[in-house]
């Protein structure tokens, strides 16, 4: 099977009210309209780190380091009805980075509190892995889309062997 390598990164600061990520909504191409996290396609010779840190910066007009990464996790998204869109997505949280989070034309960004995730608002399997990945863990899962590319047909944890059916 053919999977698009995609990261993700998802800035995380402490506030007076909790923590707070950073995500924002998507105003081009790939999930318009939905809230995403930061990040897009690895470019042929880049590393998933080197990936990640353009992406931040295109998308978001922050700077973040690739020793400030943690590494979250894998996420794949097998969409059948489209296989096409399949992806291999790493995932990164940093809580250091430089810069004030800005408006691109791909993304308007937006904090949220870890505990109050947009899920109504974003990809439905995002319930499935991002509250862990925000708490810490590290996420291995393999989400398969159904016909409609929207919703969740299955969510397996390979590593655990427990999976879920959407």
Request: glycine share 10%; hydrophobic share 40%.
């Amino acid at each position: 099977m053919n999977l698009t390598p995609v990261t993700l990164c998802f800035l995380l600061r402490d506030t007076a009210v909790g923590a707070e990520v950073l995500l924002g909504l998507k105003r081009t191409g790939f999930g318009v309209g939905k809230i995403v996290g930061v990040g897009g396609h690895v470019e042929p010779g880049e590393s998933d780190a080197e990936a990640v840190v353009r992406e931040v910066w295109e998308e978001v007009g922050v700077v973040v380091l690739q020793e400030d990464l943690v590494h979250a996790g894998n996420v794949e998204f097998i969409f059948p009805a489209r296989p096409q869109w399949n992806m291999a997505c790493r995932l990164f949280t940093a809580r250091r980075w430089n810069g004030e989070p800005a408006e691109s034309p791909e993304i308007t960004p937006e904090w949220f509190g870890v505990g109050e995730l947009p899920l109504h608002r974003m990809w439905q399997d995002a319930e499935h892995w991002l509250p862990p990945a925000l708490a810490g863990e590290t996420i291995d899962v393999v989400v398969v889309l159904n016909q409609d590319n929207e919703t969740v047909a299955s969510i397996r944890y390979p590593s655990t062997q427990r999976s879920t059916q959407g």
